[in-house]
């Protein structure tokens, strides 16, 4: 089966998608503790085998023993390099793009992939990445993995919009305007639902300065916007760790 997609520039460090993987465990553990055959992907992983073999080992640890990574790649000197790494049958390295090399996966991470790509692109590889019923996590981070967005796409619709943050290192909300995923990040003007949701969030921050430190200023953020009747999907337990997520802040897809 012929690879679908480009190779990308391959970025990459240790640790950097610990807080996707918190969130994939979250969200997703539920469908694979229920998995006959509990199969993620990691798709893109990169330059270096990394952040599968966290993937493999934090869901192994959090969600159940028998989980199985595939981390695939269409660059084979990566897959090559990779293969060093791998512990079959749980953790494996593949070549293969948006068609999944053929694997029927539970879920799929991809993450700073699309970014690379042309917007106009980005709905055929979600439909594509989901079209056998996966749950896919996609999304973009910094390099050190401190800000990180990501959407969760099922039947090739995006469901949510989760905004990520390491909080003793964020400035101002204003930061995740560079890291929003494709799909988002060209529509962040005015009159957009996302620029929309980006001030509400800047203003609620604004609002709630405290002497207590940038935990309880977060909270106290998040409680604001559920408060003023923003659509948040998630409660004090995900915002605790520096996470808010939010129904989808996007036009329906075409």
Known sequence: MKPVGAITRGTTNPNRLRRVDNFV???CGGLLRAAADPL????????????????????????RADVAVVGLEID?????AARPYAD???LEFR???????????????????????AEDEVVAAWRQMTATGAVLVEGTCD?????????????????????????????HPATFAERLPKALIHHNVAGEPIHELLHAVGRAWESEATPFGP?????????????????LVDGPARWGRGELTVSWPGRAQE
Not at 55 to 61: K, N, P, Y
Not at 76 to 80: D, E, G, I, K, Y
Not at 145 to 165: D, F, K, M, Q
């Open 25 to 27: 465990a979250y969200r």
């Open 40 to 63: 993620v992907i990691d798709l893109g992983y990169g330059a270096t085998p990394v952040t599968a073999v966290e993937l493999r080992g934090r869901l192994a640890t959090a969600v």
């Open 76 to 80: 084979p000197v990566r897959v090559a």
């Open 88 to 90: 079959p049958p749980r």
């Open 95 to 117: 070549r293969g793009g948006f068609e999944l090399a053929g694997l029927r996966p539970v879920v799929v991470r991809a993450f700073n992939v699309l970014r690379q790509y």
């Open 143 to 171: 390099e050190l993995g401190r800000i990180a967005t990501w959407t969760v796409v099922e039947h090739g619709e995006p469901r949510t919009l989760t905004l990520s943050a390491r909080l003793s290192d964020l400035d």
């Open 215 to 231: 935990r309880q200023r977060w909270l106290a953020t998040c409680r604001r916007l559920r408060d003023e009747g923003h659509p």
